[in-house]
Antibody, heavy 127, light 106 residues
């Protein structure tokens, strides 16, 4: 059974870079054709997809965050990571990593659904 | 961008009752819609995928139906552990979620 676990600082100063890592256990991050994703949820609000990465390193980001987001993957450690630069109070949220089930036609791939999810980690932005 | 609108925002029911939650898409998503359950302090859990397929381990009291722009999630007889927030999400290169329906105990 694949499990995901987020880790990283819970407090980030305004204008700095948020960095989180998701460790995958119970299976190889390279097996299967999955899109490893980051999703966030501000307190009391809904879910926002941040971006995804494939084992090849191919990425796709939410257009609203694209200029500030970098997602990377380390298959040797069975991990993928999120960096979000120039954070502000609006970036305060619980950050989840999740495995995305893909649907691909030709060179184009979509995400069908997310399963499983990590338990989430709260990131506070404050000086 | 496809917008998913869930209704009602809050649904107040008693254990044993039937719950019907709605998700409407701003344009057709065919049958490519998923439903999630989120309890306080927990991550979302996949319930339904491709509109009507239950995910592994999901009880039979949960069912989904719909296609095109209108979808429903039905819980046939509410158990105490079913009171939570439910989200829908569509297949996309840029996945988005509905704003959620809170199912609360009446």
């Amino acid at each position: 059974q694949v499990r995901l676990q987020e880790s990283g600082p819970g407090l980030v100063k305004p204008s700095q870079t948020l960095s989180l890592t998701c460790t995958v256990s119970g299976g190889s991050i390279s097996s299967g054709s999955y899109y490893w994703s980051w999703i966030r949820q501000p307190a009391g609000k809904g879910l926002e997809w941040i971006g995804r990465i494939y084992t090849t390193g191919s990425t796709n980001y939410n257009p609203s965050l694209k200029s500030r987001v970098t997602i990377s993957i380390d298959t040797s450690k069975n991990q993928f990571s999120l960096k979000l630069s120039s954070v502000t109070a609006t970036d305060m949220a619980v950050y989840y990593c999740a495995r995305g089930n893909p649907y691909c036609t030709g060179s184009s791939c979509l995400i069908n659904w997310f399963d499983p999810w990590g338990q989430g980690t709260l990131v506070t932005v404050s000086s | 961008e496809i917008v998913l609108t869930q209704s009602p925002a809050t649904l107040s029911l008693s254990p044993g009752e039937r719950a019907t939650l709605s998700c409407r898409a701003s344009q057709s998503v065919s049958r490519y819609l998923a439903w999630y359950q989120q309890k306080p302090g927990q991550a979302p859990r996949l319930l339904i995928y491709d509109a009507s397929n239950r995910a592994t381990g999901i009880p039979a009291r949960f069912s989904g139906r719909g296609s095109g722009t209108d979808f429903t999630l039905t819980i046939s007889s509410l158990e105490p552990e079913d009171f939570a927030v439910y989200y829908c999400q569509h297949r996309s290169n840029w996945p988005t979620f509905g704003q959620g329906t809170r199912l609360e105990i009446k």
